[in-house]
């Protein structure tokens, strides 16, 4: 049963709320009545979790830091497309009976330990996968320095002195190590993206909407997506088409429909494909840009068009995502990780963990914290306007990519507008690494990373990005790319 609350209780969430409160005491007694009814869910059980083999990762064997958690975790019977691909999935990402950290101290004494599989860990067991692992992340997805790898510090495949690219880093080295077939990552502002332009790899942002997020511990809600990094093009496509598709626990899912994105990776012919040149995603960093043109002017050679675009209304890709970001991880964390209006609102055990650790020995990073205080600053100064303003800019972007793709199938630019830095490097502009990457989670299209050339022995991403629902199409210009570069043979 819980506490009844005492009329000074009732006064300082008044204050907190900037409430007048005529009679505490009346109001003291209505909660402690409603708080009895609610003692009624005391009886509702939480499923518990399964039992399934883990452990910890031996770190000789690790050197990059890209596991938390090892595991062995297959339907027993059940064959389809993924039978014998092995699966790493990112830290936030719910595989029931296996410690869940979301890259976070809070999480790990004691382990939290799923009790459900998330939609898309369930949709790649059902098509035969076999999960072998957590992999490693930045502090809930939020990252870019030495001080969101609160757990373990992953290292770089090409430069172990170099980032790998967050958040979804450990996802990104297993892929470019080839220790797994496929990994799943989340991306809120380019965190598949980036490991795979830094390591070296295919990855893929789907369109928002496509891929479920239930058993996913989000960033942000409408800009974050569940997606992909491989050692190949072919096995994004196996992995979309595997989990892509309506779920009933996440009416986000409820008007996309299942990919065919395999069939569309197969034999590419680039003679078919019209590329656009967005002028606003060159300029940043002249010699990526000429790797980038180089494999572009490839493409064009082997029977591609290329033309020259103009993204209207570009430069409100920031203030949109920064609003929008901001304001949705701050509350989400204030809220213990509850998503408040939603079909899947989060996990009761993680919800109950988290609010039990505020004010104890672990506590959130100073990274997540500046966010969830922004988040703070934001409300007390316009009380959210900023974040609804944010959503119609996010509309004009929007408008102004679809106008881009208009006369073309897909849009090319560099991934990143700069190398992997060392860890010893501060990325003095952030927002400008974002800058290509960015403006596709608020405006909702799907972005392909593939590598296509090297500057200083590290490599450099191309990316593709297609019309909202096209991923099959934006795979597409990703498998003409490998098989122009030869590197889909390797």
């Not at 990104?172 to 980036?194: P, Q």
């Not at 990143?416 to 403006?439: K, R, Y």
């Amino acid at each position: 049963m819980s506490e009844a609350p005492s009329p000074e209780d009732v006064a300082a969430y008044a204050d907190r709320l900037s409430l007048s409160v005529a009679d505490a005491d009346a109001l003291a007694e209505q909660f402690a009545e409603q708080d009895a009814v609610l003692d009624a869910l005391d009886a509702v059980a939480a499923p518990e979790p399964p039992e399934r083999e883990h452990w910890a990762p031996d770190p000789d064997a690790d050197e990059l830091g890209a596991w938390l958690t090892r595991c062995d975790v297959a339907r027993g019977g059940v064959s389809g497309p993924l039978d014998g691909l092995t699966v790493g999935v990112k830290d936030n990402v719910a595989v029931a009976g296996v410690p869940m950290t979301c890259g976070s101290p809070l999480l790990t004494d004691p382990a939290y330990v799923p009790a459900r599989d998330a939609t898309v860990v369930a949709r790649l067991l059902d098509a035969g996968a076999r999960i072998v692992g957590k992999t490693n992340m930045d502090e809930f997805a939020f990252g870019g320095s030495r001080e969101s790898m609160r757990l373990r510090l992953a290292r770089n495949p090409h430069d172990p002195a170099r980032q790998p690219g967050s958040s979804s880093a450990g996802s990104g080295v297993a892929a470019a190590t080839g220790e797994v077939d496929l990994a799943v990552g989340s991306d809120t502002g380019g965190s598949i993206r980036f490991p795979a332009a830094w390591a070296g790899v295919p990855g893929l942002k789907p369109s928002r909407g496509l891929v479920s997020h239930a058993g996913f511990v989000q960033y942000a809600k409408t800009l974050d997506n569940v997606g992909f990094l491989a050692p190949t093009v072919e096995n994004l496509a196996l992995g979309l088409d595997a989990v892509s598709g309506p779920d009933p626990r996440d009416e986000r899912t409820h008007d996309g429909e299942p990919t065919a994105a395999a069939d569309a990776v197969v034999d590419p012919a680039p003679e078919a494909l019209t590329i656009g040149l967005p002028e606003e995603l060159f300029g940043a960093a002249p010699r990526i840009d000429g790797v980038v043109r180089d494999a572009v002017d490839e493409l064009a050679a082997a029977g591609a068009t290329v033309r020259s675009v103009s993204i209207e209304n570009y430069d409100r890709w920031l203030p949109a995502w920064l609003a929008i970001g901001m304001t949705e991880v701050g509350n989400y964390l204030a809220a213990d990780t509850t998503n408040y209006w939603s079909l899947s609102p989060g996990e009761r055990a993680l919800i109950e963990r988290l609010h039990e650790a505020r004010g104890g020995e672990s506590e959130l990073g100073a990274p997540l914290k500046a966010a969830m205080l922004y988040a703070e600053h934001r409300r007390q100064a316009d009380g959210d306007a900023a974040y609804v303003a944010a959503h119609e800019a996010r509309r004009h972007l929007a408008a102004g990519v679809d106008d881009a793709l208009a006369d073309v199938d897909v849009l090319a630019s560099p991934t990143v507008p700069m190398l992997a830095p060392t860890w010893d490097e501060a990325v003095d502009d952030l927002f400008g690494a974002l800058a290509n990457t960015g403006p596709f989670n608020v405006s909702g299209h799907p972005a392909v990373s593939v590598p296509c050339g090297s500057l200083d022995g590290l490599p450099v991403g191309l990316q593709f990005v297609a019309e909202r629902g096209a991923d099959a199409t934006a795979l597409r210009a990703g498998a003409c790319w490998t098989t122009v570069d030869g590197s889909d043979s390797d």
